[in-house]
């Protein structure tokens, strides 16, 4: 763990046509990172925050409503809301880090509220803040950032970390897309708050979300936890990138003879669909819902209706086609393993946040959209940032270091021909997209995929360095996804039980003796291992 696979190149002195110095780099601009930016710029440290399209538009959360994890301090409601999750997440939750989060979501909410995020207020003249529209939180977001004093670069995707001679991370590099110049920020410390990966599926707002800042983190020597529990689908319309499920508790779903299908409706449903979906075509239609849940439908999350609109479909009268995108670790529970409640990863100066981090902290093996994903990310991002302000304060008085480039798929190679990035894309898509391999897991498709993304990987390594910055985006884009791929599947391998999202079908029921975490890591050699669940869960 933490030993790293790839030579390291020292950073030219000429290298990056624009050259920042910074305490803390923030890698991605939604809302763990803006959230981030923030709480480190209070620290008084120096912020450049890099985003991979423009902060405040780009993201999981900027186009969609979300639901948030607010949860009163009064009486037993937070008990409550711990308990609701927790066997359905297997049981890996950890009491101490939900307490940590709903108090900090209740602190940031209150935030929100000064900086005049509008809140609506129901029949008794109270504010409800259990959800937040993310056109209006982002825009707030990024104001509040550059109020703070970060700078912010957009369309800046990152393409890889920079480390000093002791492997402690000291900044990162990147390319601007509209103008082709690169970029190096030299840095105390770096938070990644880059998402989650979702194997560009096409769900809203997802295709930034390609695992960039996982395969950064692990080429710096950086683990992960709970990869396994990335294999979440988003159901939504077949013609239209909306995953939002809430509406569907009000739908039945039919075959295209108008037969409904029995149990799609229900707790398990999902599966039902999934399972329906490989011999024939899905439709629901969202005739459970009265006039008023229909009128508050359309208040609540307007851009679900959008593609309804367009095609001149009416949603609760008539049957449309359904299908399921991969969200994985968007909507999943895993991401870079945190050793401490500042968010630092196993590697010194890194720092995580929001997607990017293994959310199995407060959810266990199972989350889904908003609520708790999205205290997680305010929650996150605000420790992650003011973790990585001290650290960078520690660094700042030390001696100068050199800089050494961490990054290697796709930036190094060995090879006079280029990897075809958008092959690679289809090609790991192919192994993580289809229902009888990543919904439906048994041992042997996963010995079969893996064998054929370990043979991507080895000819990806092997392969030219992209031709230059802009090709590179692209082709670590693909890299990541690739990345991913064998860390989830290798740690699916080794769970061998059903728990939480992660399904086997040869192993169908829970094995206690398995509770608990699995961390992986490493990229020529995927490695996993087991690490204990903090005790106080049983207390």
């Known amino acids: ?65 979300t639901g948030l994890w607010h949860v009163s301090p009064d009486g037993a409601a937070r008990e409550s809301a711990k308990a609701s999750r927790y066997a359905m997440g297997g049981e890996l939750a950890e009491h101490a880090w939900m307490d940590r989060v709903l108090a900090q979501t209740w602190d940031n909410v209150e935030r929100l509220k000064e900086w005049g995020y509008p809140f609506p207020v129901d029949d008794e003249g109270q504010l409800r803040c259990t959800s937040l529209q993310g056109p209006e939180y982002m825009r707030l977001m990024r104001k509040q950032a550059k109020s703070a004093g ?34 190096v920020v030299r840095a105390g410390a770096v938070v990644i708050a880059t998402g989650g990966c979702a194997f560009l599926s096409k769900a809203l707002g997802c295709n930034v979300l390609t695992g960039d ?10 683990a992960l936890s709970g990869m396994e529990f990335s294999n979440a689908y988003g159901l939504g319309p077949a013609f239209s990138s909306v995953t939002k499920s809430l509406f569907y508790n009000w739908a039945t779903f039919y075959t295209a003879d108008g037969t409904p299908i029995e149990g799609a409706g229900s707790s398990k449903g999902r599966g039902v669909i999934a399972q329906t979906l490989q011999t024939q075509p899905v439709y ?76 199995e902290l407060i ?41 050494l480039r961490a990054g290697a ?70 890299a ?8 989830m599947y290798r740690s699916a391998l080794q769970r061998t039980e059903t728990r939480g999202m992660h399904r ?9 003796a398995q509770r608990h975490r699995l961390l992986s890591g490493g990229l020529d050699e995927v490695w996993v291992s087991r690490h204990a669940v903090a005790s106080e869960v049983t207390a």
């Not at 999943?332 to 946040?353: E, F, N």
């Open 284 to 359: 629901a239609c969202i005739d459970r819902a009265d006039a008023q849940i229909q009128a508050w439908m359309r208040v609540a999350q307007p851009n679900f209706f959008v593609s309804f609109d367009r095609q001149g479909i009416d949603p609760f009268t008539q049957h449309f086609p359904v299908t399921l995108r991969l969200e994985g670790t968007v909507r999943g529970t895993g991401g870079l393993h945190l050793v401490d409640h500042d968010c630092r990863t196993t590697v010194a100066g890194l720092y995580a946040a929001g997607d990017a981090a293994t959310r």
């Open 363 to 403: 959810c266990g093996g199972f989350t889904g959209g908003g609520s708790h994903n999205a205290a997680w990310a305010l929650s996150s991002g605000f420790w992650a940032g003011a973790g990585a302000a001290d650290f960078a304060r520690a660094v700042r008085s030390g001696t100068p270091r050199v800089a």
């Open 409 to 478: 798929a796709a930036l190094v190679g060995r090879g006079t021909a280029t990897s075809d990035s958008q092959a690679l894309v289809r090609a790991v898509q192919d192994e993580v997209f289809p229902f009888e391999r990543n919904w439906f897991r048994e041992g042997g498709m996963l010995h079969d995929s893996l064998g054929r993304l370990d043979a991507l990987w080895e000819r990806l390594r092997a392969s030219a360095p992209a031709a230059n910055a802009i090709e590179a985006v692209r082709a670590r884009e693909a």
């Open 150 to 183: 970060a700078r912010i670069l957009d369309h800046s995707p990152a393409l890889e970390l920079l480390v000093d001679e002791q492997g402690t991370v000291c900044g990162a590099t990147g390319v601007n897309r509209q103008t082709g110049e690169t970029w």
């Open 480 to 487: 990541a996804m690739l990345a991913t791929s064998r860390w």
């Open 1 to 65: 763990m933490g030993i790293r696979e790839f030579d390291r190149e020292q950073l030219s002195g000429t290298a990056g046509s624009v050259r920042h110095e910074a305490d803390v780099l923030v890698i991605g601009g939604g809302p763990a990172g803006t959230w981030a930016a923030v709480s480190a710029a209070a620290q008084g440290a120096r912020v450049v925050l890099a985003d991979k399209g423009f902060c405040g538009t780009s993201g999981a959360t900027a186009p969609s409503g």
């Open 504 to 512: 086997r079908r040869e192993h169908a029921a829970v094995d206690p």
């Open 213 to 222: 800042g996982l395969l950064m983190a692990a080429e710096a020597g950086a």
